[in-house]
């Protein structure tokens, strides 16, 4: 990568996180559990170009990896530390037995350290943790197994030019007996350098006291030059965590170690490569995982992580979790404890993906690491039942076949049911959700309803529609999903209509996706009424309603549809308010991934988009997606705010404007 | 350590089902077929034997069309499966079909579950236990391994629980709550296909009960609070504050 | 024909499916004489009682009859019935009386049925017994035998008359050696909330789906003055403790208000709120077993009468 286009990726970078007149600055926060969701945290801008660069990046570095490690033995010999390069965990352990003079060992937060760290108190060292739950900025000196070292302060998006290059500050003079452990976000190959970013008086004091200093980097962190590594290492502060530190703060990166050399000739540092199956995952499917820079923007984007249940505020543990986690789930085939704690909160939104800076699909690995526990049977009662019922009823919510056309009562007009041999022109592919379920039902319906007004020869496909499989792909079931697929080609074929018009976005999305290429268009409805109205075969009346439109992912973020529901509403007269977050930020409803069959409490984000709602003064939260619907529909219940607003779909919508 | 679990290719006694113009049997296309509810209890547990300690399952099943059920248990961890291609309603005539099918069988442990969804008779485990001049004991939730046989909680009335001994072989059926069932992944399913499925040559005999009438029986009690559901919570609310409950 | 009644006792008290039996052992008798027969180490101790519905009572004693033993019982119970044909056996449908059963039946060679409801003796034996969860009632005639091993459900024949017979007791050893052996008996766990002793109970079913709906019913019993309880699949899908749980193998309730939500009525559960003062069930199967127990049904979705319900409840509060 030229100087000039790593200069162009930075100023991009600095652009877009750019930080908004809405964001203050935060004061110390005494408690990290406390973490308020920040609605002000968006992706705004495309990322798409600096994307491309970052990827470039990682990509590069990975290919050359093995060169670059025979550079480094090479370039770090000439240094003050000593160069090391271990295969193994266990390799690992005998290093630092050799090395470390000290059994206590004090250790920064970093994923890598993580790796080893059972392993090290198998072995009977002492480990002190400096991120703990509370911050503390007085220095005040106690003994070593306190919190004297004060957990990291998680640093704002600042702009760059606050992130500056310095070197580190070794103190002169008497140091701790304690060995530091300490994870690296770069290593230069030429010229020989360990970049590591630093917060105010976590990293800096460690890296001052302690006698041995170990610095512990994957190999994946292996970068040319300077100019990479400086780049890859002030990536992490852009794409951190919401910002809970104040700005006065400064925070400072990069080191040599010609310092340490000059200080103390009793301390010793030593940089060690680990590699612990990295070079296996190059070599795999899932090698992107190595292009991580542990940034966390995915963390931090993530509805789950921290929101959508309590129990999932354990930091550092997913969307990618430990890379040591990645390392064992890939290579072995086989699932962590830590992974499937946290495996079914996942609601597939996307939303990681969409802010990956190196492009990694995380979603896919999630999937796929679904898919390895769901070989193996281990999966929650309520996924197994909601699995076994596809197979035996086609539809996941155990409702018998014979129900599945009760949505039609009282809908007036004709429905033809292409299962008992009638033909039409379009295919209205219900769902489950809106077939059984009494609420979404009147989704179902509406869009009948305005089919009929609108005099389009449409059919059903009555008892014999099944599930699309969309969610049964995201929980991992993916010979569930061939069968089904399978069996509603079949039905598609016999069926023989010109265009497929589905109630659900993620019908939608994996009819358009994942199915093998059909010989008709697939619309979602709402983009299908859209086409309708503009060409004026679709009556209706101006209708006043104060509402807002809400994104589902799978119509929004995965399939970048964004602008005709909202079109449609515009064109019967609805001037819409937006959330603050929408459009491709939209806030997932917490529905996707299985959830609506696993999760067993409403999750706090919907709430707290009710909450905005309601603050906004709408009088009608309208939806695109039966999920969305029902979610919000008992987070309005849940909130006690039924006077105050109600939830609509688009179609329920249309159907009032309907003459 | 060999165990020979029973499962059952039962009916799911939903709504839908409709009994037929005989009066005395369903109608075979309403009905919608899966593993016994209690046998997959039991299979489970087969299986988290076999992990534990290990051991041979044999999953056995009698019915013409039992196959997928049989099937999920191959998937499941079972390493053989014996399938007794006959329709019964009768839990002895079932029993003795098994007894014959098992007789070259070394047992060490026969697992079955509680009672079936569709029939709910509870019979065949302590039959064939009977048959087998097997120890046994039925309403299980727990089973631990000792040096002489087995200790087991059974499940009493009133939350109470009573813990007996048993030695090996014998016999147990398991209560639901016993476990948690694992899934068998469709592809499992097909992966097991390698597995036999063996069909036992066995015929039966006689039948110990005739089928004279099936029917609903009459709702007979329940005064009907009809109408649309405002109507109907209205109704309630009245009636509960004639009752003085409000 | 003999017709012969098991006792179930446990830890000095007699199962009051005991006395059921008796009184449908005095309901087919005809002209013959209703036995009860009693087995224990101590067992005379309910010799009298049971001796008031039957004509006669033979209380079995032995060490090795102390703890109940479907092995053992069935064959002291065989040598009690040696010579003694045809007979028909009565047991308790309890969760011991349906193990006893096919033990005894098998040492008969006799036909067994499981929660027979009903039983007419003419020149066959015929029974009515519930399938498919309480849903389908199954009417069959037995195969002719010497010997009849029925299990009855409790609570079908609570009434019936005083005959006030005698009573022997005699020693019968069994003749095997025991194999199970009972090690001891583990007491319920005791909850926050007593459901035996609340005046409302909003109980809830699998009709409830989700764990998450739970909100409803909470709020619906909150509204009445009343607890939640389940029944047994609400417990093993673990959205209640099992202190929570109403039926036979939980908590028997009398509560002045049962209200049912998406309850079907497994017979088991019947059995523990059967004697409820006022019973109301809210189910959308009409042919849901509950609804021959309740005293007033709602036959529609609890999810668009509940919601309902508490609407209207909170405006009575304000």
Known sequence: ??????????????????????????????????????????????????????????????????????AAEKNFDTTQVEFVYVDNVGDFIDFIKRFARSRTIVKTQSETVNEVEQYLLKEGYEIVDTFKEEYRLDETESNISNSLYTPAERFPAV???????????????????????????????????IHILQHYSNIGRVLRDSRDLIFLAGVDKLVPDRDCAALQTRLCSLFGLPPIASWEAEPKTGSNFEDLGRISSDRRGCLVLLNNGRTDLLNSDNREVLRCLSCRSCLSHCPAYGYFSKSNRKRNRFPLADMGDIVTVVKFNKITPQFSENLWTCSTCG???????VSI?????????????????????KVREALESTYLHGNPWQYPKSERTRWMEGVSGKINLIDKGAKAEVLYYVGCLPSFDRRAMEIARSIATILNVANVDFGVLGEEEKCCGNEILRIGERGLFDELARENVNLFNMANVKCMVTTSPHCYNVFKNEYPSLNFEIMHYTSYFLKLLVSGRLPFNNLKMNAIFHDPCYLGRHNGIYEDARNLLKKIGIELHEFRRNRVDSVCCGGGGGRMWTEETLNELVKERVREAIKMGVDVIITACPFCHANFDEAVKVEGAEEKVSVMDVAEVLREALP | MNIVVLVKHAFAPEPGLRIGTDGKSFEKQTLVYEMNEWDSYAVEEAIKIKEQKGAEVVAVSVGKDCDDTLRRCLALGADRAIKIPYDSMDSWQIAEAIHMSIKGERLDLVLAGFQSQDLNNGLVGPILAGMLRLSYAIAVISIEFEDEGVRV??????????????????????????????????????????????????????????????YSPVVKKAKRIEGSAEEVSSKLIELLKERGLL | MEIFAIAEHRRGELNPVSFELLNLTNLLKGGGKSIAVVLGKNAHVFAEQLAKYAD???????????????????????QVLKGDKPALVLIGNTISGAELAPCLAVKLNAPVQTDVVNVEISDVIRIS???????????????????????????????????????????????????????????????????????VLITVGRGLKDSSNMVIAEELAKLLGGVIAGTRPTVDYGWLSKDRQVGTSGKTVTPKLYLGVGVSGASQHVMGMKDSELIIAINKDPRAPIFEVAEYGIIGDIFEIVPKVIDKLRQIKR
Do not use: H
């Not at chain 3, 006669?56 to 065989?78: F, G, M, T």
């Open chain 1, 1 to 70: 990568m030229t100087k000039e286009r790593k200069k162009r990726a930075l100023n991009e970078v600095v652009k877009l996180y750019e930080p908004t007149s809405e964001r203050k600055r935060y004061k110390y926060t005494q408690i990290l559990s406390k973490r308020r969701f920040d609605p002000s945290l968006t992706v705004s801008g495309d990322l798409s170009s600096v994307k491309d660069e970052l990827t470039q990046l990682r990509d590069n570095s990975l290919n050359s990896l093995t060169e670059l490690i025979k």
């Open chain 1, 159 to 193: 702009s760059l030019e606050s992130v500056q290059e310095k070197p580190l500050f070794f103190t002169k003079g008497e140091v701790r007996d304690c060995t530091a452990l300490i994870g690296v976000n770069a290593v230069s190959v030429e010229p020989p350098e």
């Open chain 1, 351 to 357: 939303m990681c993906n969409e802010v990956c800076p």
């Open chain 1, 361 to 381: 699909d995380i979603l896919g690995l999630w999937e796929k690491c679904r898919g390895i526990v769901v070989e193996s049977g281990r999966v929650p009662a």
């Open chain 2, 153 to 214: 909680k059974r499940e009493l009335e009133g939350g109470f629980q009573e813990e007996v001994r048993l030695p090996l072989p014998c016999l147990l059926a398991v209560q639901t709550g016993i476990n948690q069932p694992r899934y068998a992944s469709i592809r499992g399913i097909l992966r097991a296909k390698t597995k036999e499925i063996k069909e036992s040559p066995v015929i039966l005999k006689s039948s110990t009960f005739e089928i004279e009438k099936l």
């Open chain 3, 56 to 78: 006669k009572v033979l209380a079995i004693e032995d060490e090795a009859l102390e703890n109940y033993d479907p092995e053992l019982y069935s064959d002291v119970i065989l």
């Open chain 3, 129 to 199: 017994k519930y399938i498919c969860q309480g849903k389908v009632m199954v009417d069959a005639k037995l195969r002719n035998s010497e010997f009849y091993v029925l299990a009855v459900r409790q609570g079908v024949f609570k009434n019936g008359p005083e005959v006030r017979g005698n009573f022997e007791v005699i020693s019968i050893k069994p003749s095997t050696a025991p194999r199970r052996k009972f090690i001891k008996y583990i007491e319920p766990e005791i909850g926050e909330v007593d459901i035996s002793k609340e005046d």
